[in-house]
């Protein structure tokens, strides 16, 4: 099984090295040093969990510039690209996600396009609409920065904003690749999903503002 995973932050490293024990995963990113670090075995951001499944494990990983490259015979493509929140617009910036997508449409791709970024509610249906070839699902991560290797191989739950059997499938690769073995999973649409994430970045914001 061949994944492609889009951004080499810490969703998109973590997701990568993860379903790297079992499936062959290039990662899509834009920046050479980061590129070469990853082919060189050696992690371009600050995990040690990450880094140290890079040192001793056997991993199925590659890194590249190139999108042909990336997406040439993958089943699943994750997207995991900065979408930073703009105040005056009082909402996500789409637009990497946006081209991404348009990219994958234009390659003729028909597996699964996962969406994990965090983006504004109704974002993924909207794309979807616009996309009628494609089949997208949204499932949000929750992951901390330094640990986000121990999170995704340990997830407190599994939100998939989708039903289809690709996205089905996809979630057996996640338990599969995971250590926790009983992890809840619920299905919903991906209005809900989206919805999931942003109530939860809410919460733990102001759990953290009232404990300061």
């Given amino acids: 099984m061949k994944i492609a995973v889009v951004g080499m932050g810490y969703v998109g490293l973590s997701n990568a090295v993860m379903l790297s024990q079992n499936n062959e995963v290039s990662v899509l990113e834009i920046s050479n040093k980061k590129v070469n670090m990853l082919n060189q075995g050696k992690s371009p951001i600050e995990d040690a969990l ?9 991993l199925k990983i590659s890194s590249t510039t190139n ?3 990336a997406f040439y015979e993958a089943s699943f493509i994750i997207i995991c690209t900065p979408t930073n929140f703009i105040e005056h617009k009082n ?3 789409t637009q990497s996600i946006d ?3 348009k990219n994958i449409d234009e390659q003729g791709f028909n597996g699964l396009i996962i969406i994990r970024s965090t983006v504004p509610i109704g974002y993924t249906q909207q794309i979807q609409e616009k996309y009628k070839d494609l089949s997208i699902a949204f499932i949000p991560e929750f992951l901390r920065e330094g640990s986000a290797l121990q999170d995704s191989l340990n997830p407190s739950r599994i939100i998939c904003g989708s039903s289809s059997k690709l996205a089905i ?3 057996e690769l996640l338990k599969s690749s995971g250590l926790k073995k009983d992890t809840p999973i619920l299905l919903t649409g991906p209005s809900e999903a989206e919805a999931i994430k942003l109530f939860s970045n809410s919460y733990l914001a102001l759990r953290l503002a009232f404990f300061n």
Wanted: charge should be negative.
């Fill in 50 to 58: 990450i880094s140290k499944f890079l040192t001793e494990k056997s």
């Fill in 67 to 69: 999108p042909y490259d």
């Fill in 91 to 93: 909402s996500f910036c």
């Fill in 99 to 101: 081209e991404v997508i």
């Fill in 169 to 171: 499938d996809f979630l």
